[in-house]
């Protein structure tokens, strides 16, 4: 078949080209040459190799490369995808090697099949679940294992987030790879904090989970003195020492050097609120993370106390409202700052996410001075 030779790093512009004029083959793919080109198979149809078109690109005659399958559809029986066509899904979560999938319950008795063909187009994928909803005291997902790759069913795994790893486990853990993009917006109001303070930051992180947040800011080399993080589910907390432990030893000052070690310095399992209760931890925090959004403003009075006196500090966190309450919401924020005589520097209140067709998932933040 006449294939048309390109340098790799064209690949993409001759690909669109010949799409555009339907001169691609749709049934061969793309063949790597050894000297660094690439062949795209194209129709007799296409002009002629002499063509100014081509713009000096030679051409060639090769064996047609089959296509590989695109999608888990093209594993599974084609007569039952035509059948169920309107229910089978059209997305899933991955989470390290960990493949999370909702099904419809007409679909639900071809779960194993399904997860079959997952696993043969997604080779990185180890184990296949679907989604049976929330259960529990803290929310978590019940998994029901459908098909894995090695006979193993456990769904803890590690995931890679920003350049940095994190242990997982989407059965007994929240953890929102969507919200990815938060933390990187975490990360610059912590750079931009420590410009004006012109010194590393003490950080709290009382809901941390598996400490995704904690993973962008100790990544960032010589931004974080001390931290105390925690967590009230157990199970959690267990990952959250473990991420913590791997983070802390990568660690690096503003030279690149190992940093002096963290202090303040707490891992706990308890509850936000508790953390008060231990005098030491009054007014040491420079930066404060409140990520529970059912009660993230509810909880604000409780917390400000953690926080320095005297200086800029920041309180950075998440709440889903009810769209119509957002101004309330906002005062509510705002009153709880003020009661303790603090002068508010900045305030932003922002829409993330639209959370469903009544409530929004927000994000608060606010710079502040606190009285001692």
């Given at each position: 078949?006449?294939?048309?030779?390109?340098?790799?790093?064209?690949?993409?512009?001759?690909?669109?080209?010949?799409?555009?004029?339907?001169?691609?083959?749709?049934?061969?793919?793309?063949?790597?040459?050894?000297?660094?080109?690439?062949a795209?198979?194209?129709?007799?149809?296409?002009?002629?190799?002499?063509?100014?078109?081509?713009?000096?690109?030679?051409?060639?005659?090769l064996?047609?490369?089959?296509?590989?399958?695109?999608?888990?559809?093209?594993?599974?029986?084609?007569?039952?995808?035509?059948?169920?066509?309107?229910?089978?899904?059209?997305?899933?979560?991955i989470?390290?090697?960990?493949l999370?999938?909702?099904?419809?319950?007409?679909?639900?008795?071809?779960?194993e099949?399904?997860?079959d063909?997952?696993?043969?187009?997604?080779?990185?994928?180890?184990?296949?679940?679907?989604?049976?909803?929330?259960?529990?005291?803290?929310?978590?997902?019940?998994l029901?294992?459908?098909a894995?790759?090695?006979?193993?069913?456990?769904?803890?795994?590690?995931?890679?987030?920003?350049?940095?790893?994190?242990?997982?486990?989407?059965?007994?853990?929240?953890?929102?790879?969507?919200?990815?993009?938060?933390?990187?917006?975490?990360?610059?109001?912590?750079?931009?904090?420590?410009?004006?303070?012109?010194?590393?930051?003490?950080?709290?992180d009382?809901?941390?989970?598996?400490?995704?947040?904690?993973?962008?800011?100790?990544?960032?080399?010589?931004?974080?003195s001390?931290?105390?993080?925690?967590?009230?589910?157990?199970?959690?907390?267990?990952?959250?020492?473990?991420?913590?432990?791997?983070?802390?030893?990568?660690?690096?000052?503003?030279?690149?050097?190992?940093?002096?070690p963290?202090?303040?310095?707490e891992?706990?399992?308890?509850?936000?609120?508790?953390?008060?209760q231990?005098?030491?931890?009054?007014?040491?925090?420079?930066?404060?993370?409140?990520?529970l959004?059912?009660?993230?403003?509810?909880?604000?009075?409780?917390?400000?106390?953690?926080?320095?006196?005297?200086?800029?500090?920041?309180?950075r966190?998440?709440?889903?409202?009810?769209?119509?309450?957002?101004?309330?919401?906002?005062?509510?924020?705002?009153?709880?700052?003020?009661?303790?005589?603090?002068?508010?520097?900045?305030?932003?209140?922002?829409?993330?996410?639209?959370f469903?067709?009544?409530?929004?998932?927000?994000?608060?933040?606010?710079?502040?001075?606190?009285?001692?």
């Amino acid at each position: 078949m006449r294939h048309l030779s390109v340098p790799s790093a064209q690949t993409q512009h001759w690909l669109e080209l010949c799409r555009a004029n339907h001169w691609n083959s749709n049934h061969a793919g793309v063949t790597r040459l050894e000297d660094g080109r690439s062949a795209i198979p194209i129709l007799d149809s296409a002009p002629p190799p002499s063509d100014l078109i081509w713009n000096g690109n030679p051409h060639l005659e090769l064996a047609t490369q089959p296509k590989r399958p695109s999608h888990w559809l093209d594993h599974f029986d084609s007569e039952l995808a035509a059948k169920h066509s309107e229910d089978l899904p059209r997305s899933y979560e991955i989470q390290g090697d960990v493949l999370i999938v909702k099904l419809e319950e007409t679909v639900s008795k071809y779960g194993e099949m399904i997860a079959d063909a997952m696993l043969t187009q997604l080779p990185s994928i180890r184990l296949v679940c679907a989604d049976l909803g929330v259960k529990g005291e803290y929310r978590v997902r019940e998994l029901q294992p459908l098909a894995s790759r090695d006979g193993t069913v456990t769904t803890r795994t590690r995931i890679k987030e920003n350049g940095y790893l994190l242990w997982v486990d989407p059965s007994n853990v929240y953890f929102s790879s969507r919200l990815s993009n938060e933390r990187i917006e975490t990360l610059a109001s912590a750079n931009h904090l420590r410009a004006h303070l012109e010194r590393p930051l003490v950080v709290c992180d009382p809901y941390a989970g598996v400490g995704p947040s904690m993973g962008a800011l100790l990544s960032e080399d010589g931004l974080v003195s001390g931290c105390l993080v925690g967590d009230l589910n157990p199970e959690a907390f267990e990952l959250l020492e473990l991420n913590l432990e791997h983070l802390s030893r990568r660690r690096k000052d503003s030279q690149g050097n190992p940093p002096s070690p963290l202090q303040p310095m707490e891992v706990a399992c308890r509850d936000a609120k508790q953390w008060l209760q231990n005098p030491q931890n009054l007014g040491v925090v420079d930066l404060l993370l409140v990520n529970l959004p059912h009660h993230s403003i509810d909880h604000i009075p409780t917390l400000l106390p953690l926080l320095k006196t005297n200086q800029t500090t920041v309180l950075r966190g998440w709440a889903i409202v009810d769209r119509a309450e957002i101004l309330e919401k906002e005062d509510d924020i705002r009153n709880s700052i003020l009661s303790l005589g603090a002068r508010v520097e900045k305030f932003a209140f922002t829409e993330v996410k639209g959370f469903s067709t009544t409530k929004s998932f927000m994000c608060f933040e606010v710079w502040m001075n606190l009285p001692a």
